[in-house]
T-cell receptor, first 112, second 112 residues
């Protein structure tokens, strides 16, 4: 089992460019999440999904969109990248809300 | 305001020694408390999950305690190893699945 796989691992963008981060899980989990991790701060939830075809906003959703067209995939989109979105992005999945979340190894994104 | 505070921010210990990391929270309503280990450049990995009724839980050399009255938790590491060098993150879950409040973590370095 690969667990949770994130692509790409690194990316540098210019302000105003758009991109999509891909998260794939092979554990048949219903719940999937996107977080960002900034220095000196705890992880913050951007968006989450409780099943195929559903998405919901987390704590810091502005500037991001998500889609969950297939149960195993959760996509995070940046419509018009801004320097404030420079961060490490983590995807996670869980069987249900009471089970531990399994995290990918992150995407390091720099916006110039 | 829901908050999770961890101390110390960083800690250096010698291999073979024990250490204790602290987590204080002001989260309501409380659902469960989790400890994660995050190696440099990797995603967090779950160590323990404790509900309101549990006051201690072990995972190998890691033992977590929870005092729901004082809203404090600790993570005790016994006979530390070089591989224990990582950040340890305390997470408190409140109510629904989108209410995970992450601490900023304690960075532990184990030296030979």
């Amino acid at each position: 089992n690969a667990g949770v796989t994130q692509t790409p691992k690194f990316r540098v963008l210019k302000t105003g460019q758009s991109m999509t981060l891909l998260c794939a899980q092979d554990m048949n989990h219903e719940y999937m999440y996107w977080y960002r991790q900034d220095p000196g701060m705890g992880l913050r939830l951007i968006h989450y999904s409780v099943g195929e075809g559903t998405t919901a906003k987390g704590e810091v959703p502005d500037g991001y969109n998500v889609s969950r067209l297939k149960k195993q995939n959760f996509l995070l989109g940046l419509e018009s990248a801004a320097p404030s979105q420079t961060s490490v992005y983590f995807c996670a999945s869980s069987y249900n809300r009471n089970q531990p979340q399994h995290f990918g190894d992150g995407t390091r994104l720099s916006i110039l | 305001k829901n908050q999770v505070e961890q101390s110390p921010q960083s800690l250096i210990i010698l291999e073979g020694k024990n250490c204790t990391l602290q987590c204080n929270y002001t989260v309501s309503p409380f659902s469960n408390l989790r400890w994660y280990k995050q190696d440099t450049g990797r995603g967090p990995v779950s160590l323990t999950i404790m509900t309101f009724s549990e006051n201690t839980k072990s995972n190998g050399r890691y033992t977590a305690t929870l005092d729901a009255d004082t809203k404090q938790s600790s993570l005790h590491i016994t006979a530390s190893q070089l591989s224990d060098s990582a950040s340890y993150i305390c997470v408190v879950t409140s109510g629904g699945y989108n209410k995970l409040i992450f601490g900023a973590g304690t960075r532990l370095a184990v030296h030979p």
